[in-house]
């Protein structure tokens, strides 16, 4: 049996009045909150280009004209960076798929042309991807930037360039070598690598940075034991050498187009001898600056730039992302076997299991 409670009516209504006041407020405060976050997270420009019911106009691209004069003074090397994302400090948001750029760049030329029609079977593979998760696929012809007189893989620069500015929404722009193939289609790049929870959880911790092997020539440099997922804003893997540029993620921010200049100083980087062209640009950016470091993330290769051949840390194996044929051309076999995983995709058996050495 419950006590009974004395003359319930007064008590309760005095009970209930200050206990409404404090709801009230803290409601109150609450939708302020959330108000200024989503302020401050969305730029105005979101929702005027993604209008509901408003057919978004396709991003006309010049693939086919040349540029008329060095790339740094045209248009497309002049991308912007909203205000969230100026600060050296960064930020730290779960992107949007539709804001995710693919960006093959290349002439279709080079060592891939081994493989027929490699480029237009590529981009459209990307294409089912994109329009599987909702990125964007983009091709730009690296051939008609004018670079002087530096090699043409440099050329990649200014496509992450030049992405940015065709897509001003873009938050990150994936630059993939063509001689790649999207093997997991399923794969879902902001829940495996891009949201802060993943690059808390993934990237890698005091690893060696490589320039050659370890055992060979040792830097004594590690990635940033307790780097800021904010200041994140550039994504790589290292192979068994070096950094590798097949396959990079850039966000928008004002790091990454700093970088993306300084990549390419004709004085300093760009026009020197630089073997590895704008990978060794990133290298050396990266082994001599800590400021670099501090903003450039490293995974572990299999996560997005699984080669053919090598050990479990290396070479591909089931449910990885994707496969680069990276020097296929050496022995001679990159048709072989871009036919053989080309057949592949999408696989869900048992074809290549890791097998527990690296
Ligand atoms: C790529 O650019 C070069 C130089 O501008 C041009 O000659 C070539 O036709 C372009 N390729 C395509 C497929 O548009
Ligand atoms: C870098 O990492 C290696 C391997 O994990 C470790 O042996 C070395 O002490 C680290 N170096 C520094 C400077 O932290």
Not at 252 to 279: I, K, N, P, V
């Amino acid at each position: 049996m419950l006590p009974s409670l004395p003359s319930m009516g007064n008590m309760q209504a005095l009970q209930m009045l200050p206990r409404r006041g404090i709801l009230l407020a803290v409601s109150t405060v609450t939708v302020f909150i959330v108000l200024f976050q989503f302020y401050g997270d969305v730029p105005v420009e979101y929702y005027r280009n993604y209008a509901p019911g408003e057919a978004m106009a396709p991003m006309a691209t010049s693939n086919d004209t040349p540029q008329p004069a060095y790339f740094k003074g045209q248009p497309e090397w002049d991308w912007t960076i909203p205000e969230h994302a100026r600060s050296m400090n960064g930020y730290a948001r779960t992107p949007q798929n539709r804001d995710i750029v693919v960006l093959t760049a290349s002439d279709g030329g080079g060592h891939n042309s081994a493989i027929p029609n490699v480029l237009e079977r590529v981009l459209d593979d990307r294409q089912k991807y994109c329009a599987r998760h909702g990125y964007t696929n983009l091709w730009l012809n690296t051939s008609r930037y004018d670079i002087g007189d530096a090699h043409r893989t440099w050329s990649k620069i200014p496509a992450v360039a030049e992405a940015f500015y065709l897509h001003p929404n873009a938050e990150w722009v994936w630059l993939i070598d063509t001689d790649i193939i999207i093997m997991t289609p399923d794969y879902d790049l902001v829940k495996e690598l891009l949201s802060p929870k993943a690059l808390q959880a993934g990237l890698l911790r005091g690893a060696p940075i490589l320039d050659g092997t370890l055992a060979e020539n040792p830097t004594y440099i590690n990635t940033t034991e307790d780097f800021r997922v904010e200041e994140i804003d550039i994504l790589i893997t290292q192979d068994h050498q070096s950094v590798n540029t097949g396959s990079t993620f850039f966000r928008r921010s004002a790091f990454t187009r700093w970088t993306l200049e300084m990549m390419t100083d004709y004085t300093m980087l760009m026009g020197q001898e630089h073997g590895g062209a704008e990978q060794d640009a990133l290298k050396h950016l990266m082994l001599e600056h800590r400021l670099v470091r501090d903003h450039v993330g490293i995974y572990s290769q299999r996560k997005f730039n699984a080669y053919v051949q090598g050990g479990d840390n290396m070479g591909y194996r089931d449910g990885d992302l994707l496969v680069h044929f990276a020097g296929c051309w050496v022995g001679g076999k990159c048709q072989e076997w871009f036919e053989e995983y080309w057949g592949k995709k999408g696989h869900k058996d048992v074809w290549k299991p890791a097998t527990g050495n690296a």
